[in-house]
Nanobody, 126 residues
Framework: QLQLVESGGGLVQPGGSLRLSCATS????????VAWFRQAPGKEREGVSC????????NYADSVKGRFTISRDNAESTFYLQMNSLKPEDTAVYYC???????????????????WGRGSQVTGSS
């Protein structure tokens, strides 16, 4: 059974850092493009970042460029989102997602990702 489990969320002061992890099981991560999404209260889920199956290419939402970094460790079946310089507007539930693709879509939309974690809360507040 294919599973994705997020960890690493929490409360952080503005300007602080967090690293989210997404541990996967039940499939060969090497064959999948993976991504992070987030959903703030009252807002639609939005794409944050995506990384290709090989890790050779990444893309980011404009709102997080230069602050967030996506990475993956296929040997550990885990991928990550390093979040620096966090802002209050980064507060959201963060979801990891995977799809059997080599490359990320040009726009990080919910489609075509079929496999999702349950989410991890990130709160940027003093």
């Amino acid at each position: 059974q294919l599973q994705l489990v997020e960890s690493g969320g929490g409360l952080v002061q503005p300007g602080g850092s967090l690293r989210l992890s997404c541990a996967t099981s039940g499939f060969t991560l090497d064959d999948y493009a993976v991504a992070w999404f987030r959903q703030a209260p009252g807002k639609e889920r939005e794409g944050v970042s995506c990384i290709s199956s090989s890790g050779s290419s990444t893309n980011y939402a404009d709102s997080v460029k230069g602050r967030f970094t996506i990475s993956r460790d296929n040997a550990e079946s885990t991928f990550y989102l390093q979040m620096n310089s966090l802002k209050p507007e980064d507060t959201a539930v963060y979801y990891c997602a995977a799809e059997k693709l080599s490359d990320c879509p040009r726009s990080i939309g919910i489609q075509p990702f079929d496999y999702w974690g349950r989410g991890s809360q990130v709160t940027g507040s003093s």
